[in-house]
């Protein structure tokens, strides 16, 4: 990370194979289009790239505490959107827990039996010493961040704000240099 930074944001958008990233952008349409649904669209994208974020934070605390390899740890790599499809996906149950999904082959299942079953395989293939501990470490960092948010907004906190801000700035300068008009001056 210290040589190469921009891996923190990269890899939440890079995958190993099709199947990777099948798996994450089906549960990312379904949790994301409940979560625009009930909180609004502009938090979905910010919500991605926090729950991102937070896994990178969740793997690279594991990589370089709990697997260092100066403690004869194998190295590894965090690479998916995992994390943020967890963030999102724990968000959607937290918010709407009784939410039923119709899902193919299963039927109608509850979110929040969902977001507990999904939390419970990661961690009971951390304990059995899954190849990809990482990357289960990340989604957990990704399940946290998706609590913390859904807490702290009950509470009033939005974290997903200054992002939207961004955003909503980055649109409006876009649509003013698309359209030739001069950039807004402050008030003389």
């Known amino acids: 990370v210290l ?21 994450n952008m089906l549960f990312y349409h379904m949790c994301g289009r409940i979560v625009g649904d009930l909180l609004g669209n502009k938090r979905v994208l910010p919500i991605y790239l926090m729950g991102g ?8 605390i594991f990589e370089n505490v709990l697997n260092a390899p100066a403690l004869g740890g194998e190295p590894a790599i965090a690479l998916g ?5 967890m963030a999102t996906i724990v968000i959607s149950g937290v918010i709407a827990p009784d939410y039923v999904v119709r899902l193919l082959l299963i039927g109608d299942v509850k979110l929040k039996f969902i977001v507990v079953t999904l939390i419970f395989l990661d961690l009971a293939f951390i304990a059995m010493g899954d190849s990809n501990s990482g990357g289960l470490f990340a989604h957990l960092g990704g399940d946290v961040f998706g609590f913390v948010y859904a807490w702290q907004l009950r509470k009033g906190n939005d974290f997903a704000f200054p992002f939207m801000r961004f955003f909503d700035w ?19």
Do not use: C, Y
């Open 170 to 188: 980055w649109n409006a300068s876009w649509s003013r240099w698309r359209n030739g008009t001069p950039p807004k001056r402050g008030p003389k």
């Open 81 to 85: 959107a995992s994390a943020a499809v």
């Open 53 to 60: 974020l937070a896994g990178a934070l969740g793997f690279f």
């Open 3 to 23: 040589t190469h930074p921009w891996v923190i944001i990269t890899n939440m958008f890079s995958h190993f194979s099709f199947g990777h990233i099948l798996w």
